[in-house]
């Protein structure tokens, strides 16, 4: 299956800062999917991404908090804005391998706003 | 949108015992539903999956069934071992949207 690495790992950020989480994908994917888990909850779809279009964001989130860019079909990033203690959270992203694999996910990023 | 369920939120097995997980799910096109095992402070991890034109399938001590008229399905593992002890979470997709369960904590018991 696909290996897909997330950047950075974890960090602990300033409220009222942002951070930008990145992904790479080591095989070309046409969707892209950002998550938010938040300590001990499920997984959360934040948005879609796909190449050469706006994200498509979930109930809750908007663009202005969470920026994401899809330059190509193996990269997206996520930019977690202005943020708050409430936005301490694992943000994973994940793509869809087809029938084969299934959809697979990112190691994540350990968000802690302080 | 799809709404998925799942039970218990907890499950305590002794080793050896089998361990049952229950998911629902309201979308009746939802034609895939995979099981993910997350352990603590890793990715979650898919570990069996089913789709619609199929009641079960079985990989070595997991396997899955589903009823789509009741629209429920479940996971089985069988012959628990520690390292089975993970949270588990149930998928389905209706569209190309995965909506996750609330997820099982499972603990075997030595």
């Known amino acids: 299956s696909a290996v897909i690495s997330q950047k950075p790992s974890r960090d602990i950020c300033q409220r009222g800062t942002s951070l930008t989480i990145q992904c790479q994908v080591d095989s070309q994917v046409t969707m892209m999917f950002w998550y938010r888990q938040q300590p001990g909850q499920s997984l959360t779809l934040i948005a879609t991404a796909n190449q050469g279009s706006e994200a498509t964001y979930e109930s809750g989130f908007v663009i202005d908090k969470f920026p994401i860019s899809r330059p190509n079909l193996t990269f997206s990033t996520l930019t977690v804005s202005n943020m708050s203690p409430e936005d301490s959270s694992i943000y994973l992203c994940?793509?869809?391998?087809?029938?084969?694999?299934?959809?697979?996910f990112g190691s994540g990023t350990r968000l802690t706003v302080v | 949108g799809e709404n998925v369920e799942q039970h218990p939120s907890t499950l305590s097995v002794q080793e050896g015992d089998s361990a049952v997980i229950k998911c629902t799910y309201s979308d009746s096109a939802s034609n895939y539903f995979p099981w993910y095992k997350q352990e603590l402070g890793k990715r979650p991890q898919l570990i069996i999956d089913i789709r619609s034109n199929v009641g079960e399938k079985k990989d070595q001590r997991i396997a899955v069934t589903l009823n789509k008229t009741a629209k429920h399905f479940s996971l089985h593992i069988t012959e628990t071992q520690p390292e089975d002890s993970a949270v588990y979470f149930c998928a389905a997709l209706p569209d190309y949207k995965l909506s996750f369960g609330a997820g099982t904590t499972v603990t075997v018991r030595a």
């Open positions: 994940s793509v869809d391998e087809g029938s084969r694999y299934g959809y697979t």
